[in-house]
């Protein structure tokens, strides 16, 4: 990172972190894209419970596609705003993540041939990126809010 921009935006990292976040937002409507069209490539069961139960998950994936493509704007234009917008996706991941694993575990998915591997790798997949979008966000919440409009960042 660029020690001599108090702000992140420019750096290399910075950059990379806003394709990830582009990326990510670009899977999980790929996914969706995917349970609708051809939903047997990504399901683990047709049976009701597990299709309502995923069923439920598209706004709320919604809502972190947003916070990314949000976040990764305002990465690019230097904006401390990507502070809120990466840490709320980023903390939805992780709550829809266990949510999901909760559900996985107590009814086997992952034990169901190649799409409960998919599910497997969703789910490690989800973790990760979470995890390393906050951790990331959370050490560079400085540079990227350095000061806020009423004063030191309250996240400081």
């Known amino acids: 990172m660029n020690d001599a921009d108090p702000r992140v935006d420019g750096s290399a990292t910075t950059r990379r972190v806003a394709l990830l976040c582009y990326g990510a937002a670009a899977l999980i409507v790929a996914y969706w894209v995917v349970w609708f069209?051809?939903?047997?490539?990504?399901?683990?069961?047709?049976?009701?419970?597990?299709?309502?139960?995923?069923?439920?998950?598209?706004l709320a994936d919604g809502f972190i596609v947003v916070a990314l493509v949000a976040g990764a704007r305002a990465l690019a234009r230097g904006s401390?705003?990507?502070?809120?917008?990466?840490?709320?996706?980023a903390g939805a991941g992780l709550y829809l993540g266990a949510m999901d694993v909760l559900y996985d575990l107590e009814h086997g998915v992952w034990?169901?041939?190649?799409?409960?591997?998919?599910?497997?790798?969703?789910?490690?997949?989800?973790?990760?990126?979470?995890?390393?979008?906050?951790?990331?966000?959370?050490?560079?919440?400085?540079?990227?809010?350095?000061?806020?409009?009423?004063?030191?960042?309250?996240?400081?």
């Not at 069209?37 to 598209?58: D, G, I, K, N």
């Not at 401390?80 to 996706?89: I, K, W």
Request: glycine share 6%; proline share 5%.
């Open 111 to 156: 034990a169901q041939g190649a799409n409960g591997l998919i599910e497997l790798a969703i789910n490690v997949v989800t973790f990760a990126a979470a995890t390393s979008f906050a951790r990331w966000v959370w050490r560079a919440r400085r540079r990227l809010d350095p000061v806020s409009d009423d004063g030191p960042s309250a996240l400081q």
């Open 80 to 89: 401390s705003r990507a502070v809120l917008f990466l840490l709320l996706g």
């Open 37 to 58: 069209a051809r939903r047997s490539l990504v399901a683990t069961s047709t049976a009701p419970t597990y299709v309502a139960f995923e069923q439920a998950f598209p």
